[in-house]
């Protein structure tokens, strides 16, 4: 019964440097989605996944964004080229089905990135 | 697209006194409409949500929200606060078809012995 796990929990690096986050959804989960939170904000969608559909990349920033996700199983967000303004908490959420935002999406404890 | 505004970024009441955190949307279709709550280094999790029905919805640990349409808003409340409600509050609104759904910039409550 684990819920979404992400890791790393912390990470820093250098600004210029490639930088890959990595989310576990809840078993069986068919949706999961990727989250930016800078500090003293909200939630900003990035990128969702639905079963083996094209992903929607439309809240993706800019081209040094990108996720991956194989099935319905882990998931990673890699940034490349990191800019001091990519530091932010990086959350993910799974849930059940995705079309109908009716259902709960559950969320991992995020990633916090500094990029120095 | 749709947005979410949450007035004040951080209140404080006393144990016992009622909680009010508010919440207003903008949605060109009927809105779905959630309240998540993020304890100390936990997760968030969702305390309650709007569909379709009846207006007035209940939570997880004695929270309640109203949806308004005529004011736009989802307010959230709890008649009487206490120590444990002390979080950070989001709310958020999305559209049935919308993968994308919106946050508030969030509220953080502070509960006083």
């Known amino acids: 019964g684990a819920g979404v796990s992400q890791s790393p929990s912390n990470k820093v690096t250098e600004k210029g440097k490639d930088v890959e986050l990595r989310c576990d959804p809840i078993?069986?989960?068919?949706?999961l989605y990727w989250y930016r939170q800078r500090l003293g904000q909200g939630l900003e969608f990035l990128i969702y996944?639905?079963?083996?559909?094209?992903?929607?990349k439309s809240g993706l920033p800019s081209d040094r964004f990108s996720a991956e996700r194989t099935g319905e199983s882990v998931s990673t967000l890699t940034i490349q080229r990191t800019q001091q303004e990519d530091s932010a908490v990086y959350l993910c959420?799974?849930?059940?089905?995705?079309?109908?935002?009716?259902?709960?999406?559950?969320f991992g404890p995020g990633t916090r990135l500094t990029v120095t | 697209a749709q947005s979410v505004t949450q007035l004040g970024s951080h209140v404080s009441v006393s144990e016992g006194a009622l909680v009010l955190l508010r919440c207003n949307y903008s949605?060109?279709?009927?809105?779905?409409l959630f309240w998540y709550v993020q304890y100390p280094n936990q997760g968030l999790q969702l305390l309650l949500k709007?569909?379709?029905?009846?207006?007035l919805v209940k939570g997880i640990n004695g929270f309640e929200a109203e949806f308004k349409k005529s004011e736009t808003s989802f307010h959230l409340t709890k008649p009487s606060a206490h120590m444990s409600d002390a979080a950070e509050y989001f709310c958020?609104?999305?559209?049935?078809?919308?993968?994308?759904?919106?946050f508030g910039a969030g509220t953080r409550l502070t509960v006083k012995p």
């Open positions: 959420a799974s849930s059940l089905v995705a079309r109908q935002v009716l259902y709960e999406q559950y």
């Open positions: 078993s069986g989960h068919t949706a």
């Open positions: 996944f639905q079963g083996n559909s094209a992903p929607d």
């Open positions: 949605s060109s279709v009927p809105p779905y």
């Open positions: 709007y569909t379709t029905g009846a207006t």
């Open positions: 958020a609104v999305s559209e049935e078809g919308n993968n994308d759904m919106r």
